[in-house]
Structures are given as C-alpha cells and as structure tokens.
C-alpha cells in the first residue's frame, strides 16, 4: 500500500538572493522526498517564498520598484535557483498568489468568527529586520538579538489572536509527542520558551504603516501580520481544511526549517492550527502536523555568513564549480542534522576527492573494469555452491550490506542524513577491501577457480547495482550512471535494493570518470600563483587534531646512562602522566618541579630508554641545540587546560 509524504520548506524572503542556506534547506527537501519515493510512497516537497511586509516594501523602495515587481523578480531567482539544482519541488507558493491569499482571509474570518481574535493595544520594541517585537527578556544591549540593530518602539492598536489560551494544551502535546520537534534540544527549547507565560499574538498592522500585506477580511484599515500570511501558506498550497488535497496530504504534513524560526514554527503554528481545529468542531490536535525536523546554521570558514562579511555564497554557485551531486553530498554528510556546520571550498573538495573521487569513484570504475575485462561484461551467474565465509578466500559482502541498509532506514525516518551516508560509506569501503582482498585478476588466472571468479565478479556487480539505487536520493546524477553502467533502466525502488536480485547475463559497460579528483591549482581563483610552502601548510583542522594541554611537572629525575633524557611525571589535573623529555642538557630536575609547562597530550605513547613515555614537553631550541628553554605560562592556568 503506498503510503503519502507531504514536506515542507520554509518560504524565503524574496528581499535576499538565494544562499547557500536556502539551497542546504531545499536539499534536504529533495533528498529526503526522493528517498521516498524510492520507498514507495506518493511524495512531494513544497516550497516557494513569502513576499509580504516590511521588509520587502522597504527593499522594493530602496530598488525604486513596486513590492510585486521585486517580488516578481527575486520569487522567480529563487525558482531558477531550484531548477538550476534539480530540486524537484512538487508545488511552489507565492504568498502573493490569490490561492493562498483566499486561504488566508478564509481562516481570519473563521477565527474573527469564532472569537479567537481581538482588538487590542500594543507597544513594544519592534524589529524591522525580523518583522517582529522583541520581549524584554530577547533583546541585547538594547537592540535585536539577530540583526544587532537598534530596535523601534511602537505602539498601536492592533489584532490579536489568543494564543495565550493553546499554551497548556502545547506543552501537554510537546511533551506527549516526543518526536513531534526533533532532533530533541530544539524541542527541549520550546519546553523552555513556554515556561514564561505566552503572550496573544499580534497578527495585524495598520494599513498606514504598511499597505504590502494581505487584507484582513473583517477590517481593511489592516493588513496580516507576517507570521499568520506566511504559516498558512504550507495548507493554502494545499487548497485549505476541506479540499481533497488537503485532506489527503495534511495528515502527514512535516516541515523543515533552521533554528532561526523555530519559536513561529513550534509555537505560534501549532497554536494556530489548535485554533482552527476547534472552529471546524475538531480535537485541538486534529489539524496538528506530524514533525517540525529542525537543523542548525551553516558558517562559512568558521564565519556567521553576512552580507557585511561579504562570505555569502550564491545557492548554486558550488554547483557551477563541482558538479551538483558533489554539492548535495558534501552538506549532506558534513552536517549533523540539528547542529552547526562549516561550509569551506576546502572541505567540499577534500570530501568530493577522497569520498566521491577515491572511495566510490574508483570503486565503481574498478568493478565494471573487472567485470568487462574477465567476464566479457556479463555478470556471471551466482555459482550455486559458492562458498562465502568471513574468513575464507571470498567474503560474504551480503550483511555488510545488509547491516548499511538497515541504518540508512533507520537514519532517514529521523533525518539523519549524515549517519545514512556514513553507513553507505561503511559499505563502500567494505567492498574496495573485498576487492583488495580477493585479487579477482589473480584468481582469473588460476586453474580450477572459475566458481571462485564468478563469485567474486557477481558481488562486485551486485553491490554497484544496490549503490545505484540507495545513492540515488543523495546523488542521483552519478547514481544514475552507476544503474546505466548495469544496464538498470526505470525508477529505481527501495525494494529492488534487495542483496541477490541482480541476474546472470546482464550486460555491464565500464563506467570511469565518475567523480573526477579536484586538484589544488584548481581550487584557486585564477591568477593567483602556488605559494611555494603550499606542501608544509596545514589546515586549522589539522591543527586540531593536536591536544596541547598544560601540565604541571610533580617530579623529575634523570634517566640511568641517558646524557639527554630527564624523566618527568606531570599532572594534567584529572590524571598523572610520565614523559620523557631531551632536556637534560639544559635543565637540572629540581628546575623542573612545580613548573607549569605545556604537552602534546595526544601522542602515541613511546618508550625511551625502555620507560614508557605518554606526550611530549614542547620547547624552543636554536637550529643546533645549543640553547634550548621549555614553554611554561605567563600566567596561571591550571593544569589540564588546554592551549591552542
Ligand atoms: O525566515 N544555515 O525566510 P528566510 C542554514 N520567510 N540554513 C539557513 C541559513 C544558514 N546560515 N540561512 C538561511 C524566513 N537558512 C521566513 C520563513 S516560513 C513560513 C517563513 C534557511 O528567507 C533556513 O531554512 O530568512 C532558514 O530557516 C531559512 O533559510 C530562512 O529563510
């Protein structure tokens, strides 16, 4: 039975361009949408962009054009975005759009109706850049927590919605739902938020102060309110309560979106749809949707990504340089879902040369090769007492395979993209140490091991032709020519991606060049020359990878028949450690004691002069050695801090 999928993005402000955060959030949309559709299920993914308010009037001003003709422009950049990356949303809203519009003055007037809207006065500090008021509690120094901007205070009469009212039923469906906002720490916030009391949602501001924004059915001296035009659009693409496609899809509904607009998804939505439930004679949670998966923000280089930075990379221009598939993969795998991540050309292309260019690349090129070159290019048929053995000559890739499958599943109903790439990659490399270990080119020459060859070629084969089907949510480019390469045609499923249905005879064509590497002189703008120290130059994670911690030296004595080597026993405050050190020449032991010196804390133990030693003392010495002093602080840390 197919089962249906309905996802969301947020829709973006058409005052910006596309950036990579908009493409990472749609990514996420694409794959996982693919991914079920592989499965079987009737699947789509909204997305679209919210063209109201404050911020696009100001922006189409500055531009000295309407608000529609910005909106026109910058909707259709984001849509050509999306196209440009092959990111198959199935519907794309405008909240300009008179569908939505109509959906959105619909619900007002439900909820006028109902009476859970009222007129009421307002003042507070106000956000032009966010489209919101700040509590006391929110703002820093005076200015909004995001933007650092100085905030406005305001005060005017406005509508309300009585969101305060929904606040005991939200906290009793967060906490019986756990995984209704996921992963758990953003859900552990909203269970923050809502220990204040909940404040009535101001939903309107005066047409005076701002003509761009919907209408409100019963007083058209106002306009929406960003938040009540902008939410609705996830059921207004839908038709609203009642239309088929909403009845059909609505129940399923599960948004993404970062943590910057997690309060308006968590709380004013749910309250909101609380709301209309009970308009239309329903329990509260009726209209509820099913999860609100949250992930954290991309840096660039280590950097909040700002237009004042001038680090914000266009949606699709790592793209343009590295090929889509290389793109997807690498914020796919290098972000955990839920927490921050760094983007850097660096990373991108050390993932796609090592990843994509070595692990499955090669793979895949390696594979088909053999297959063409020892059997002809027909996959031999599975020799029926073939002997797969963990231990024997030919290993059984079958729960290796079995095992990656499993996580992908398991990863994907949460979104864990990054674990079910892992898991895959597990598998790859699972089966280059199975070729590594196998020789087939060797085996092909020896008497009497046809079988054993057949074997061996029909695994190799196998496992492209289930890569081909499980990459292909993630990288669906190159997964499709891993399934052509096989000579796999139609939509792939996840329940062909069965170990063992590959048949005998299919024909298999070599398939190279599927990821090629990136070299460094490539990465480089063009026209800057090679600095010539390039190859002693490490990364800052390189750097990272080397522990230095303070220690204090408890003991010292010198080493039986050693000249240079003086035994020291150090505290890193949570342990004592012993380490040998070639500062004998320069330093007498009773020097030592009561030092705070600095060690590489992470260093493979050695042993010198037969004594076991666990780090390194670092110390400055001239070329010869002829001087030589040991780092100590400048002033007091404790010993175990670390030093970087
Ligand atoms: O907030 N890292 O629109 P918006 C990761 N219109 N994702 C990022 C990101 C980053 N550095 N920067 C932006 C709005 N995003 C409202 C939404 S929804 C009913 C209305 C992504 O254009 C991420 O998905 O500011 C974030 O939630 C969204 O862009 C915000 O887009």
């Known amino acids: 039975m197919s089962r249906v999928f309905y996802l969301t993005t947020p829709i973006y402000y058409v005052n910006d361009a596309p950036h990579l955060g908009h493409a990472y959030t749609t990514i996420?949309?694409?794959?996982?949408?693919?991914?079920?559709?592989?499965?079987?299920?009737e699947a789509f993914f909204l997305t679209g962009t919210d063209e109201h308010g404050d911020k696009i009037a100001q922006a189409a001003a500055r531009a000295g054009i309407s608000p529609q003709a910005l909106a026109d422009r910058n909707s259709a950049a984001f849509r050509a975005a999306w196209d440009a990356l092959g990111l198959g949303y199935g519907d794309y809203i405008r909240t300009t759009e008179p569908r939505h519009e109509r959906?959105?003055?619909?619900?007002?007037?439900?909820?006028?109706?109902?009476?859970?809207?009222?007129?009421?006065?307002?003042g507070g500090h106000y956000c032009f850049g966010c489209e919101r008021f700040y509590t006391?509690?929110?703002?820093?120094?005076?200015k909004c927590p995001d933007h650092l901007t100085p905030l406005t205070w305001i005060e005017e009469e406005n509508y309300f919605f009585k969101m305060s009212r929904y606040q005991a039923w939200l906290i009793d469906t967060v906490q019986r739902q756990p995984d209704l906002i996921r992963p758990e720490r953003y859900r552990n916030?909203?269970?923050?938020f809502l220990r204040d009391p909940l404040q009535d949602l101001s939903i309107s501001r005066p047409r005076t102060r701002l003509e761009w924004g919907i209408p409100l059915p019963f007083d058209d001296k106002y306009v929406t309110y960003v938040w009540f035009d902008a939410l609705i659009n996830y059921v207004s693409a839908l038709g609203g309560p009642g239309e088929p496609r909403f009845e059909k899809f609505w129940p399923v509904a599960q948004h993404v979106t970062a943590k910057d607009i997690l309060k308006p998804h968590a709380i004013y939505w749910p309250c909101m749809l609380a709301a209309l439930a009970k308009v239309h004679g329903k329990p509260p949670e009726a209209y509820l949707y099913r999860h609100l998966n949250v992930h954290g923000y991309w840096t660039i280089e280590g950097q909040k990504m700002s237009k004042s930075l001038g680090n914000v990379f266009a949606a699709v221009a790592p793209a343009e340089k590295y090929g889509t598939d290389a793109y997807r993969y690498f914020v796919l795998r290098e972000m955990v879902f839920g927490l921050d991540a760094d983007f850097s050309e660096a990373g991108l292309v050390g993932r796609l040369n090592a990843d994509l260019a070595n692990d499955l690349g090669n793979l895949v090129s390696r594979a088909t090769t053999?297959?063409?070159n020892l059997a002809g290019g027909n996959v031999p048929a599975l020799p029926a007492e073939a002997k797969f053995h963990p231990f024997g000559l030919i290993p059984d890739l079958r729960p290796e395979y079995e095992r990656a499958l499993a996580e992908v599943k398991r990863a994907m109903t949460e979104f864990g993209f990054h674990r079910a790439l892992g898991a895959m990659w597990e598998f790859i490399g699972a089966v280059n140490r199975f070729v590594d270990q196998t020789q087939p080119w060797l085996?092909?020459?020896?008497?009497?091991?046809?079988?054993?060859?057949?074997?061996?070629?029909?695994?190799?084969?196998?496992?492209?032709?289930?890569?081909?089907?499980?990459?292909?949510?993630?990288?669906?480019a190159a997964a499709a020519r891993i399934r052509e390469g096989l000579s796999q045609s139609g939509e792939p499923t996840l329940a062909d991606a069965e170990w063992g249905r590959l048949t005998s005879g299919t024909r298999v064509q070599k398939v190279s060049g599927l990821f090629p590497r990136v070299e460094d002189h490539e990465r480089r703008p063009a026209g800057t020359a090679k600095p010539d120290t390039t190859a002693g130059l490490i990364s800052i994670d390189d750097f990272g990878k080397i522990q230095l911690r303070v220690a204090e030296v408890v003991a010292a004595e010198a080493v039986p028949k050693s000249k240079k080597l003086l035994k020291l026993t150090v505290s890193?405050?949570?342990?004592?450690?012993?380490?040998?050190?070639?500062?004998?020449?320069?330093y007498a032991p009773a020097d030592l004691v009561g030092k705070k010196v600095v060690v590489v804390a992470n260093l493979e133990a050695a042993k010198l002069m037969g004594i076991p030693s666990q780090g390194m003392v670092l110390a400055g010495s001239t070329e010869d050695d002829g001087a030589l002093a040991v780092l100590t602080l400048d002033r007091d840390l404790p010993p175990g801090a670390r030093v970087r």
């Open 103 to 122: 959906v959105v003055q619909a619900i007002l007037q439900q909820l006028w109706d109902a009476g859970e809207i009222y007129l009421g006065k307002y």
């Open 572 to 586: 890193l405050g949570s342990e004592q450690r012993t380490i040998v050190a070639g500062i004998a020449q320069h």
């Open 443 to 476: 085996i092909a020459k020896q008497i009497g091991r046809r079988q054993d060859l057949d074997a061996v070629l029909y695994s190799l084969a196998e496992s492209l032709r289930v890569l081909g089907i499980l990459l292909s949510p993630y990288i669906p």
């Open 28 to 41: 996420v949309a694409d794959a996982m949408t693919r991914y079920r559709r592989l499965a079987g299920d």
């Open 370 to 372: 053999l297959i063409v």
């Open 136 to 142: 006391e509690k929110e703002i820093v120094d005076g």
């Open 189 to 192: 916030e909203v269970l923050g």
